[in-house]
T-cell receptor, first 114, second 115 residues
């Protein structure tokens, strides 16, 4: 398996524009997580899915953020409209069920909103 | 609520020496997992080692070992024989059975290995 695949790796956009981040989890994994990493707040869990169903989106900062998982092999995180404070590295990760299963991370998307 | 604390924002070590990175956690859940990840300057998150709350022995993976002290709620990472390539951010994480095994991360420790 190629691991968790995220695209794009880098995104620069203007304030107010819509941004869509994409993720392909590892085949067979039941959980998919979206994290955001900033210097100020570290790694924050935004939302996670179990078997394609959103379970907890309490970490999503605002209504401008939305996430979907239409099938087991694809998820998106959308920001509309984007703001400069959304600039961060966004990670997608996936894992199997159970306490002793580590989360496998994608390479991350570095988002810059100017 | 679960909490992971890494008190060392930065650590320095001489090449070939051993280094310990601290991690303490707080939970009342009896079943949990503890993880360490490495994040080099390239940005990816690399899984290093896992320790289960019911494991009797400390986990080891090559040069990495986890010093698990359950009563003290600590899960320190020990890197033996440091190499220049070990320079990176290191994150401690915990997942709980009562929390659907969702990893929660500490703020990380920056390790710099000197030649």
């Amino acid at each position: 398996d190629a691991g968790v695949i995220q695209s794009p790796r880098h995104e620069v956009t203007e304030m107010g524009q819509e941004v869509t981040l994409r993720c392909k989890p590892i085949s067979g994994h039941d959980y998919l997580f979206w994290y955001r990493q900033t210097m100020m707040r570290g790694l924050e869990l935004l939302i996670y899915f179990n078997n394609n169903v959103p379970i907890d989106d309490s970490g999503m900062p605002e209504d401008r953020f939305s996430a979907k998982m239409p099938n087991a092999s694809f998820s998106t995180l959308k920001i509309q409209p984007s703001e400069p404070r959304d600039s961060a590295v966004y990670f997608c990760a996936s894992s199997s069920v159970g306490p002793n299963t580590e989360a496998f991370f994608g390479q991350g998307t570095r988002l810059t909103v100017v | 609520a679960q909490k992971i604390t890494q008190t060392q924002p930065g650590m320095f070590v001489q090449e070939k020496e051993a280094v310990t990175l601290d991690c303490t956690y707080d939970t009342s859940d009896p079943s949990y997992g503890l993880f360490w990840y490495k994040q080099p300057s390239s940005g990816e998150m690399i899984f290093l080692i896992y320790q289960g709350s019911y494991d009797q022995q400390n986990a080891t993976e090559g040069r990495y070992s986890l010093n698990f002290q359950k009563a003290r709620k600590s899960a320190n990472l020990v890197i033996s024989a440091s190499q220049l390539g070990d320079s990176a951010m290191y994150f401690c994480a915990m997942s709980l059975s009562g929390g659907s095994y969702i990893p929660t991360f500490g703020r990380g420790t920056s390790l710099i290995v000197h030649p």
